[in-house]
């Protein structure tokens, strides 16, 4: 069983940064696909950017909505999972959840491929 805590939600003006964390306990983190996917009010909850393998050969994926402005990444020592997020706009306001996959099976960008999530954490943005 992983449990999985965000942290880092806020409110930004549009061009701002903020750093989400997630939190991972419960299993060795580095044996799992981690993603970060947000859902905006009234809207379906929709990928954001994952990390595949091991820490040390891990392989980033982005939406295109977000590459170029994000940055995922974790840190080993303290089994934390971080999106660093530049450039804010309006239309990145939403709730930001931290998920694992227990195998690499399934679509990276498919919620439905991840087994744990987070409780998300609330972003933001306005112009």
């Known amino acids: 069983q992983v449990q999985l805590v965000e942290s880092g939600g806020s409110t930004v003006q549009s061009g701002g940064s903020l750093r989400l964390s997630c939190a991972a306990s419960?299993?060795?983190?580095?044996?799992?696909?981690m993603g970060w996917f947000r859902q905006a009010l009234g809207k379906e909850r929709e990928f954001v950017a994952a990390?595949?393998?091991?820490?040390?050969?891990?392989?980033?994926y982005y939406a295109d909505s977000v590459k170029g402005r994000f940055t995922i990444s974790r840190d080993n020592a303290k089994n934390t999972l971080y999106l660093q997020m530049n450039s804010l706009k309006p239309e990145d306001t939403a709730v930001y959840y931290c998920?694992?996959?227990?195998?690499?099976?399934?679509?990276?960008?498919?919620?439905?491929?991840?087994?744990?999530w987070g409780q998300g954490t609330q972003v933001t943005v306005s112009s």
């Open positions: 419960g299993h060795p983190f580095n044996t799992y696909r």
């Open positions: 998920a694992a996959a227990a195998s690499s099976s399934g679509s990276y960008t498919d919620g439905l491929s991840y087994d744990y």
């Open positions: 990390l595949r393998g091991s820490w040390n050969i891990g392989v980033a």
